[in-house]
């Protein structure tokens, strides 16, 4: 996935100031073009949920929207209308689009406005699959909780876990990968071995863990979606 630029959230205790209240409304799209993922404006509508959700996961930020919020044109989305958004009382706006491309995929871009000052604060873009939107999105929420809070944010975050089925000679355990937020679920591994000790790798692309074959150890390598599934050291 090839990115570009974003911003937002901020964090609050006892001492701290309130949390600020931002706006996400829906994200605009030029054309409204099907995908194997949905249409591109039912996509923008997922893509303001989840950064809503996320947002609203943190201690420092209060969203708005999308359904409170008002519908932008695209052109909008990079050149927003100041005045109207004020009158929501929030700080800061999220827009943006989602827009297809020649090639099949999606460019998702991202904005952070601050309302008070009229202007843009930040920007992110991302060039993905249709089936990728919800990475973008966390992507996004990201940026704006890192530009906002000033800290790095967590939602991207996938985690990795051993899932556990059955009972006795029928247990199975399988390798199992879901986002920070509990969605994407999905197996890696398909439960014919006993498996320990899932790691992702440092870019997240791929994933290592222990097979135990034969009563021995095995460490062995596979992408996420469990394809290209290959012992780590040869012969092994």
């Given at each position: 996935?090839?990115?570009?630029?974003?911003?937002?959230?901020?964090?609050?205790?006892?001492?701290?100031?309130?949390?600020?209240?931002?706006?996400?409304?829906?994200?605009?799209?030029?054309?409204?073009?099907?995908?194997?993922?949905?249409?591109?404006?039912?996509?923008?509508?997922?893509?303001?949920?989840?950064?809503?959700?996320?947002?609203?996961?943190?201690?420092?930020?209060?969203?708005?929207?999308?359904?409170?919020?008002?519908?932008?044109?695209?052109?909008e989305a990079t050149?927003?209308?100041?005045?109207?958004?004020?009158?929501?009382?929030?700080?800061?706006?999220?827009?943006?689009?989602?827009?297809?491309?020649?090639?099949?995929?999606?460019?998702?871009?991202?904005?952070?406005?601050?309302?008070?000052?009229?202007?843009?604060?930040?920007?992110?873009?991302?060039?993905?699959?249709p089936a990728e939107w919800r990475r973008a999105a966390h992507r996004c929420s990201d940026a704006v909780y890192e530009k906002l809070v000033g800290r790095p944010g967590w939602f991207d975050t996938r985690i990795a876990y051993v899932a556990e089925s059955g009972a006795g000679p029928d247990r199975v355990k399988r390798i199992a990968l879901m986002d920070s937020d509990g969605t994407a679920h999905r197996y890696v591994t398909a439960g014919d071995t006993t498996v320990l000790a899932p790691r992702l790798a440092p870019?997240?692309?791929?994933?290592a863990y222990v097979s135990m074959t034969g009563g021995q150890a095995h460490i062995r390598l596979a992408d996420l979606e469990g394809s290209q599934d290959r012992a780590l050291l040869p012969g092994t």
């Open positions: 996935m090839a990115l570009a630029g974003l911003l937002l959230p901020a964090a609050a205790s006892a001492q701290e100031t309130a949390p600020a209240v931002i706006i996400v409304p829906q994200l605009a799209t030029p054309e409204n073009v099907a995908t194997p993922a949905g249409d591109t404006r039912l996509i923008a509508r997922y893509v303001a949920d989840v950064i809503t959700a996320d947002l609203r996961s943190t201690r420092e930020l209060v969203p708005i929207g999308p359904e409170n919020a008002r519908v932008y044109s695209y052109p050149a927003p209308s100041f005045a109207l958004w004020r009158k929501t009382g929030a700080k800061t706006l999220v827009t943006g689009f989602v827009q297809s491309r020649s090639d099949g995929r999606l460019t998702i871009g991202c904005y952070l406005h601050d309302l008070s000052g009229g202007r843009e604060i930040a920007r992110k873009g991302f060039v993905v699959t870019g997240g692309e791929r994933i």
